[in-house]
């Protein structure tokens, strides 16, 4: 297993977030989160990649453990290297070009120089169908350009695992499909992700698992097509019954 979560557990204050969550991904797979809002999430995501701490229990990701408490921030470069983050609103650096925001990390992690920094985020750009707007500034590129940059900034790294927060719900019906499809192609040349949405066209990847997350526990797990074809007879029996 590449990730493995045991026992998560963490609380805001008194109020608990996450509640002995176990997960696991295998190496090479896709584990799809969802849930109904403020289940945890985000959260647990962020724990994923040190961005928050926890109080119980303990998450293994490519070869690097996290224990409850504070993180070393040892431990935490090691991990970052290996594993990347795409949030729902970019984070791109707006005064950069789509270029330079994917080669930075190369250059400043890597040490790669100028040079090949660029010549491999000029690959990347290709890759996510961006060749004719490598020197566009973020302000200049529509949503949906805009997270296929940030999808390439984090592929930069070349992460053994790839985190998504809901990469396409700021994003139209048109630029959330060229999304889905270059998450879709990543699944199927090996990409470990693990993605939360609710968007019921990853279920596409049919290899993936499932997770739903309720009140801060994985309440039922399993293939796209059970998870996903069960939530909508529920949302179905909803309407007839409110
Ligand atoms: N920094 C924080 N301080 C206090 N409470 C927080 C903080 N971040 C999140 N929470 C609370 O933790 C719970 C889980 O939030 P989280 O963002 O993980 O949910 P989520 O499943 O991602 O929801 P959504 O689908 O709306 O994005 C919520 O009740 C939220 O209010
Ligand atoms: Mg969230």
Redesign the pocket.
Known sequence: MILNINALSKR??N?P?LENVNLAVEKGSVAVLV????????????CINGLETFDSGSIEICGHELTAGTHASNVLVKLRRDVGMVFQHFNLFPHLSALENVAMAPRLVEQLSEEEAFQRASSLLDKVGLAAHVLAKPATLSGGQQQRVAIARSLAMRPRVMLF??PTSALDPEMTAGIVDLIVDLAASGQTMVI?S?DRDFSRIVDARVFV?EK?CVARCGSPAEIFSERSTRNIRSVQYP
Do not use: A, F, P, Q
């Not at 849930?35 to 962020?46: D, I, Q």
């Open positions: 805001y204050g109020t977030v849930g109904s809002s403020g289940g945890g999430k985000s959260t647990l995501l962020r927060d809901e939360v609710h997350i801060g």
